[in-house]
């Protein structure tokens, strides 16, 4: 009995010092999808890229570690941190109250709006209210198709914001409701795209750097460094670079 005692307290030292066990071994392991642009994903070069990356190396740089990116997809990152393969998630992750009860995030770092995409030449939609038998091309069930159900919309399910985006150029369909940071960073890179924002919702989200349960020292610090990027102004280089304005207010 007293053996099984030792061991439980030291998997709750080891748990409690999770930053110095990162700083003792100069790493930081960060869970990350690799395929969800603008916030991680692969350039041209086949390279690593994205907002969430540049916060995440930037958050490493503070720490004074070096940074690994462990890519898995959306729904495995979660299990990943569970069982110790990456230290963090970086992955625009939704400060949910689900979430908050099993693990902690540090401050919020982006903070989002839904915004009602439509092609310019559009001139009936301008509120959810007008959604009504109107076709909304939407990706998988999540809380922004709900939205576009709940208001009488005829779902035309995606693959994603880009598929949605060309279905609505080619006037295939009539909106689009997605984070409205998906519409900066697209804009930004093909400014002539005949579409426009018309609209977005009253209430927003904010994302978080995602840690285990009983870590408030590794939180901290990335707190810490997060203040200051911000105070820097390297938190300001990095969101203009991907959406042209801060995405953290």
């Not at 080891?14 to 100069?26: D, P, R, S, Y």
């Not at 009253?202 to 994302?207: E, L, P």
């Not at 590794?218 to 801060?246: C, E, P, W």
């Amino acid at each position: 009995m007293e053996n099984v005692n030792s061991k439980a307290e030291n998997n709750t030292a080891q748990a409690a010092n999770l930053l110095e066990t990162i700083k003792a071994n100069g790493k930081i392991r960060v869970g990350t999808e690799g395929t969800y642009a603008p916030f991680t994903f692969h350039d041209e070069s086949g390279k690593l890229t994205g907002f969430d990356v540049e916060i995440a190396q930037e958050v490493a740089n503070c720490l004074g570690v070096q940074i690994e990116f462990i890519e898995t997809n959306r729904d495995s990152l979660i299990a990943g941190l569970d069982t110790g393969q990456f230290d963090i998630v970086v992955n625009e992750i939704t400060i949910r109250n689900d979430l908050k009860d099993k693990y902690d995030f540090s401050d919020p770092y982006i903070v989002s709006k839904a915004e009602l995409i439509v092609h310019q030449d559009n001139r009936d939609i301008k509120r959810l209210a007008n959604l009504k038998g109107k076709k909304a091309g939407q990706s998988l069930q999540n809380d922004l198709t709900d939205i576009a159900k709940e208001s009488g919309a005829i779902i035309v399910q995606t693959e994603g914001f880009s598929q949605s985006i060309d279905l609505l150029t080619s006037k295939q369909i009539d909106v689009v409701i997605n984070n409205g940071l998906f519409y900066l960073y697209m804009k930004r890179q093909n400014p002539d795209a005949p579409i426009k924002v018309v609209g977005r919702t009253v209430s927003s989200w904010k994302s978080g750097i995602l840690v285990r349960k009983g870590n408030e020292e590794l939180v901290n610090a990335i707190n810490q460094a997060l203040t200051d990027m911000r105070y820097d102004g390297t938190y300001l280089k990095i969101s203009k670079k991907y959406f042209g304005l801060n995405v953290s207010r």
